[in-house]
């Protein structure tokens, strides 16, 4: 008799398998490319270096995603439905080490060197801090997977009002209607439709909120035409990494906060997919995490780890395959080779700027009072 395949290792059809995983990636996206904007800001990046970093972090999100979904060998990837994206633990850390080191583009090789060296004890370590998986019992896993989702409002809360509460539309009444209009549709598809309508409920909604979103002037695609068509990731783009010891200890200490991070990941999924997950699962998923922070380091990328809101999207589906999240991956990995992609978040990164009295028109994302107005001569004055 024929043994049945598990869902998670169940192929679905291409087409389906495609829309799946573009699904998962547009949850991501943003938490994604939000690790890049930030250090870039920070750091004092030109335009240019941004949409580097930008397409590299998504190129390396893909690979590292089909590390954790497909193994990359007998030892490394758990084989679970996980998609793996940077860790924003290690923000803060990145920024002083970079600033630290003179910021810029030296301050990005000081960075690699430390995510190279991390990533390789990350993945030394990972036998041994899965035997943490007995202090793991059914109520601790219950309380990881809720304070998963608790952790989640607040970003999704930030992306609705905008990432500055400094800024002059931060929390604008129409950005929060759109997000009510997006929920809104996602809910009435998950509820009132089964099978496949109901499984790309939230990619409905995604799509059709862009469109409302672009009808109220929102969506601005009016640079994406100046990036180049194509661009390749080449290791060490920045200059060969510099291995500073302090800097060092310093990651590896975030990347051990990583690990304790994706314990309680991998345990929330494998309850999720209904597959029990043991030492050497876990063992085989921090691995995964050394690795892809280690090649993070190579390829001008950063620490990784698994993304909780596509946990929550396996969960909110029912889609449990991983050949799904692995076709994600495969997208990531054609998003992080086209410039375009990187430049229409790096116009935007603040939502939609406040509409200008001086011209009606709504353009860029600084407070309209602070420039002149690119129509006229007179300073822009917000609506």
Known sequence: MEQSVHPVDEQLPFLRQLLYGFQHVLAMYSGAVAVPL?????IHLDTQHLIYLINADLFTCGIATLVQTLSFGPYIGSKLPIVQGCTFTAVMPMIIIANSHGGGVEGLQVIYGSAIVAGIICFIVANFFSKLLRFFPPVVTGAVITIIGLSLMPVAIGWIAGPNPEAPDFAEPSYILVAAIVLAIILFFYRCFTGFLSHIAVLLGLILGTMIAAGLGYVNFSAVGQAALLGITTPFAFGMPIFDPAACVAMTLVMLVTMAETTGD????????DKPVNETVLTKALRADGFSTALGGVLNA??????????????LTGVRSRFVVATGGVLLML?????????????HPEHGSRRCRTCNVRHGCLPAESRPCPVSSSRATAI
């Open 335 to 347: 998003l992080g080779l086209l410039p375009k992609a990187g430049r229409h978040r790096r116009l």
């Open 266 to 273: 991998v345990i929330a999924v494998s309850e999720i997919v």
């Open 302 to 315: 950063f620490p990784y780890t698994a993304f909780a809101q596509n946990i929550g999207l396996v969960s």
């Open 38 to 42: 930030v250090l870039a800001g920070a």
